[in-house]
């Protein structure tokens, strides 16, 4: 579940004349850059779905359903895939690059005619991403004086940028989003050092290439808090696209929520990315744990959730995306559910916090994402809604 230029803020200033007579005088407003002319020239015109597969490592059997599941999803018209490193992952010490699993991610993405998207996580979800020299725990303190958007981390990001870009460009990614939900960072990094951030970055990554989309992914952007509000407001004005993650759950809760909340959220959605197009980079919703699968018996549901409410979720917006220009595409998050094991990795780590409530939710989430059972590999009705999807997708392309 785991780039950024900012408006200002237009200050009105009514003061006294030199001379002592009164007078007022008004800042000329300062207006954002307006939505480029073609905001995506890598990827084609049209309405495009994907899904990733999921994190966990397969077995023999999974693997060769998820190839299946894969070729089916192209024949359809699936068109685009997702690839996500860590700044961390591809840099191992200072300018020293490793190139293997960049490449082997995009030529995967790539094999099969997908269009590929790269999430570069560097702020993700609750956590730092950075080369590990620059995470060492003396490093990032207020004594140390290294901060977020100080002027080593940017000096050393755009290094990474000026051999990242030109690799991501050979492959003609179509977008890039430079941060995965940095908003869940606010309190333990300060919100303007993560705004000069992103702003720097995509700034100069935009300066490298203007044919890669470049965006950050921000979680909760429907919602009414005011940080995320303004957050919002100051970052998208700078983007390419906007990049939003998206799943049928109220935030705050863990319930599943209803198609009017679906569709209030979607409106606001466009409203918040002030005419960019929309890029849904994770798209889901959990089946619940009623829909295990075979011999398994599923513990107390704690979310409401269930497989005809994933599927009606998928269903809806599909059908957004397909006739709402503004909506321009979509991953699904995702194929298979996390094994027992890896969900219980993320949800564990409350329940020793003193959290069971939000950690049995998190859990039945996690575990219950997939379009297809871990269980049993048995696939939901949410995969037919998602073959119909993208052959319906591909239809509105002219394909």
Not at 131 to 151: F, K, N, S
Not at 155 to 162: G, M, N, T, V
Not at 300 to 321: E, G
Request: proline fraction near 6%.
């Amino acid at each position: 579940m785991h780039p950024i230029k900012f408006g200002m803020i237009l200050w009105v200033s009514l003061g006294l004349a030199a001379c002592g007579g009164e007078s007022s005088s008004i800042v000329p407003p300062i207006v954002p850059p307006p939505p480029p002319v073609n905001q995506i020239p890598n990827l084609s015109a049209g309405p495009h779905l994907g899904y990733i597969i999921g994190f966990d490592v397969l077995d023999t059997q999974q693997t060769a359903n998820a190839a299946s599941r894969f070729a089916q999803a192209v024949a359809s018209g699936m068109s685009i895939s997702r690839v996500q490193l860590g700044w961390g992952e591809l840099e191992s010490a200072p300018g020293v690059y490793e190139l293997a699993d960049l490449l082997l991610a995009l030529d995967v993405a790539t094999a099969s005619g997908q269009q590929p998207f790269v999430t570069l996580s560097t702020l993700d979800t609750s956590e730092l991403t950075l080369p590990l020299d620059l995470m060492a725990a003396d490093r990032l303190t207020p004594a140390a004086a290294l901060t977020i958007d100080g002027p080593e981390i940017r000096a050393r990001f755009e290094a990474f940028l000026d051999w990242f870009i030109p690799e991501l460009a050979a492959y003609r990614v179509w977008g890039l989003s430079i941060a995965n939900e940095p908003s869940t960072l606010f309190e333990s990094i300060d919100q303007q050092e993560i705004t000069n951030f992103l702003i720097n970055g995509a700034e100069y990554a935009n300066a490298l290439n203007e044919q890669i989309a470049i965006t950050a992914t921000i979680a909760g952007a429907a919602d009414s808090n005011s940080e995320i509000v303004q957050f919002l407001a100051d970052l998208i004005p700078h983007f390419d696209i906007a990049s939003f993650n998206f799943y049928c759950l109220s935030s705050s809760t863990l319930q599943t929520t209803d198609q009017a909340v679906w569709a209030t959220a979607i409106d606001t959605f466009i409203a918040r990315a002030q005419g960019r197009e929309i890029f849904f980079q994770e798209l889901g919703c959990p089946a619940g744990w009623g829909d295990l699968g075979g011999s398994v018996v599923p513990p107390p549901q704690m979310i409401n959730a269930t497989a005809q409410i994933q599927a009606d979720f998928f269903r809806y917006m599909f059908a957004q995306i397909e006739t709402r220009d503004a909506l321009r595409a979509a991953t699904v998050f995702q194929l298979n559910d996390w094994s027992p094991a890896l969900s219980r990795s993320f949800s564990d780590p409350l329940r020793l916090d003193g959290d069971p409530v939000t950690a049995d939710r998190l859990e039945e989430w996690l575990a219950t994402v997939g379009l297809c059972r871990w269980s049993d590999g048995a696939c939901r009705e949410a995969y037919d809604v998602f073959i119909d999807g993208v052959a319906r997708l591909a239809a509105a392309r002219g394909e």
